[in-house]
């Protein structure tokens, strides 16, 4: 059986390519999206009780936070996969509920149809047609989550047909759910503006059904929650005990360090009534990243190291703020946007103009460093009188075998399991021990 074990083959091939130091840059930047995506989870929690109910979210989001801490301190990031059966058990529920009950209450007002203008061409439209592939593909690299759980797949044809079920369920609840947003304007839920609300247009119309509606989606989006929150803090640890602490630090006081870490968690939330600016952050960061990050990963580019890597990511965020600044006037303004201060909304081309400065900024940056490495290896070779091998190819490594099942991750972190059958074994996965090179 292919087990959590296999997670470690993200930090060590990364680390046999571009060496330790881009592996753990990496790993920061993924720890950096897991606390982004942690705090974008209780804020929108917050907003959603505050929408639904008009009290405070804040006791909702100290319990959740308390409650997942405890399970998955005690049952390891198994307990996720539990938690995300009951988590799509949900949100069938929630749309099935939504859709009846919706459907039948609510009263479109047609001459808000014509005047809301959703149905025109916009501005923004056109941007999110570019915008959102960028982002969601870029960002996806760094949800820890995902990855455990495609290394946690039985064999390929699981995952294959797992990750297919999944693109039909999410995107006909996608369509459901954006829909809802249409139906909350047009029906004067949700009045489009300020247009940030736009983030729970469908709260904001599940608000106008009866009472008893309102109490079911209530524990409907508090259990969403929750299963969203513990994969988020599953993640964290397994990124923080491989890859920072390469599993030699005991496992609890890095569970210590994430409930530590909650903390600020929370009081970021609260102070984030933007739940789309933070996930915009981090797709900011992973749209500057991930470019320069996957042209080693082709063997034709074995000549690309970890200092392009590096050097091209933190480029690409220079590349933003400069060109806020050109498009702006001020650095002061070319500094927010790298914040997106004014979301999607802004009604100009500064987001845009900061998806497209990222990626691209970060390939020059890296090119740029390509050159420069190159260039300092050369004049060091003519100087020392070496021979100049910066296109050599590197030379072919005795990997070390990490068998599935048997994985020192299971051992360590989740407690051991009986072996699987040797048909059920998925192939062993080779990682060489050879740390790759970084300049």
Same mark, same amino acid.
């Given at each position: ?102 459907? @039948? ?6 001459? *808000? !149809?014509?005047?809301? $203008? &959703? #149905? ?5 439209? %056109? ?40 693109? @039909? ?6 369509? *459901? !759910?954006?829909?809802? $947003? &249409? #139906? ?5 839920? %949700? ?249």
């Amino acid at each position: 059986m292919r087990h959590t074990a296999q997670v470690m083959i993200d930090f060590d091939h990364t680390r046999q390519r571009y060496g330790t130091v881009t592996a753990l840059y990496l790993s920061l930047l993924t720890l950096i999206t897991l606390f982004l995506y942690m705090v974008a989870e209780l804020s929108a929690l917050q907003q959603i009780i505050n929408a639904l109910t008009g009290l405070k979210g804040l006791p909702a989001v100290i319990v959740e936070c308390a409650v997942t801490t405890i399970y998955t301190s005690l049952g390891g990031f198994r307990i996720s996969f539990v938690t995300d059966n009951i988590q799509g058990i949900m949100v069938v529920g929630l749309v099935i509920v939504a859709v009846v009950t919706v459907g @039948v209450e609510t009263h479109i007002d047609k001459s *808000l !149809v014509e005047s809301s $203008g &959703l #149905l025109k061409s916009s501005l923004l439209g %056109w941007q999110l047609i570019y915008i959102l592939p960028v982002a969601v593909l870029t960002n996806d690299f760094f949800i820890s989550g995902f990855w455990m759980r495609t290394f946690a797949s039985k064999t390929d044809k699981d995952l294959v047909i797992g990750t297919s079920i999944a693109t @039909v369920a999410v995107t006909f609840i996608l369509g *459901l !759910v954006g829909a809802a $947003g &249409l #139906l909350a304007a047009w029906t004067g839920a %949700w009045p489009g503006n300020p247009p940030q609300d736009g983030d729970i247009a469908f709260f904001l119309l599940l608000e106008q059904l009866p009472s008893w509606v309102v109490g079911i989606v209530l524990v409907m989006v508090v259990s969403l929650s929750t299963a969203a929150f513990d994969s988020f803090q599953s993640a964290m640890v397994s990124t923080g005990s491989n890859d920072l602490f390469r599993n030699k630090l005991n496992l609890w006081l890095i569970r210590l360090a994430v409930v530590l870490i909650i903390f600020p968690v929370v009081v970021v939330a609260l102070k984030s009534p933007d739940i789309l600016q933070v996930y915009l952050i981090s797709d900011l960061v992973s749209a500057s990243s991930i470019p320069v990050l996957v042209i080693g990963l082709s063997d034709a580019c074995y000549w690309w190291r970890g200092f392009e890597v590096v050097i091209g990511g933190l480029g690409g965020l220079l590349t933003v703020f400069i060109f806020g600044t050109i498009y702006f006037g001020n650095a002061h303004e070319g500094a927010y946007l790298l914040l997106l201060e004014n979301g999607l909304y802004a009604n100009d081309w500064s987001a845009f103009g900061a998806f497209v400065a990222a990626p691209v900024g970060g390939l020059l940056w890296g090119g740029g460093a390509f050159a420069l490495r190159v260039g300092f290896q050369w004049i060091q070779a003519k100087r020392k009188g070496h021979r100049f091998d910066a296109f050599d190819r590197p030379p072919p490594t005795q990997p070390s075998t990490y068998t599935s099942g048997a994985g020192s991750f299971d051992e360590e972190h989740e407690g051991r399991e009986e072996p699987a059958e040797p048909e059920e074994r998925a192939a062993p996965i080779s990682i060489s021990p050879q740390k790759g090179k970084f300049f």
